[in-house]
């Protein structure tokens, strides 16, 4: 199967400041990526559609000003939460496609501590 | 409309037998449908994929079977192990771009 890698796995950030997330697909290019949030004993949430040199889609409810998705390049997109609060504690994922795949491919997650 | 998951049910069976794992999906107008299996900590990896032209597939030690007249899928693992603990999801979507909406989600316990 295809790899996405995200990075960090866990981060702990203070109130008020941003934290950036990234997500690369490994060992396929990818032009389009999602992102999701999961609280916890929750489903995942679909947040986003990130678009290689485009604007983002995003879900109904999703603040787009505060959830910043930049994809620059076929294999990296990045999230930054933007002056980050303590509810917005939660497990980020992000997925993708390779083009000879039907199924998505998820990395490993990052846990965002706000404190 | 959207699966909204809002809490998590628990499965608990024991080590050796049949797991049936339920999930209800919103949109009938979905045509691909994946089993994913969570473990603590970690993202989803596939398990088993099913489109809307079948009822049902096979794969290692998990079945899934569609019905889409009440717009259910199921997943059943086959003596089930310790290592098969984990949570479970359904995911649906009508695109070819790798956008799925997550059902709730089953929290599976294998005892021994």
């Known amino acids: 199967g295809a790899v996405v890698s995200q990075h960090p796995s866990r981060v702990i950030c203070k109130s008020g400041t941003s934290v950036k997330i990234e997500c690369r697909s490994l060992?396929?290019?990818?032009?389009?990526m999602f992102w999701y949030r999961q609280f916890p004993k929750q489903s995942l949430m679909l947040m986003a559609t990130s678009n290689e040199g485009s604007k983002a889609t995003y879900e109904q409810g999703v603040e787009k000003d505060k959830f910043l998705i930049n994809h620059a390049s076929l294999t990296l997109s990045t999230l930054t939460v933007t002056s980050a609060h303590p509810e917005d504690s939660s497990f980020y994922i992000c997925?993708?496609?390779?083009?000879?795949?039907?199924?998505?491919?998820f990395g490993q997650g990052t846990r965002l501590t706000v404190v | 409309g959207e699966s909204v998951g809002l809490h998590l049910p628990t499965l608990s069976v024991q080590e050796g037998d049949n797991s049936i794992i339920n999930c209800a999906y919103s949109?009938?107008?979905?045509?691909?449908f994946i089993w994913y299996k969570q473990e603590s900590g970690k993202g989803p990896q596939f398990i088993i994929d099913i489109r809307s032209n079948m009822d049902k597939r096979q794969g290692q030690r998990v079945t899934v079977l569609l019905n889409k007249t009440v717009k259910h899928l199921s997943l059943q693992i086959a003596a089930t192990q310790p290592g098969d603990s984990a949570v479970y999801f359904c995911?649906?979507?009508?695109?070819?771009?790798?956008?799925?909406?997550f059902g709730a989600g089953t929290q599976v316990v294998v005892t021994p």
């Open positions: 949109n009938s107008a979905s045509d691909y």
């Open positions: 997925s993708a496609r390779p083009k000879d795949y039907t199924e998505a491919f």
């Open positions: 995911a649906e979507t009508t695109d070819s771009w790798g956008k799925f909406q």
């Open positions: 060992d396929f290019q990818a032009t389009t």
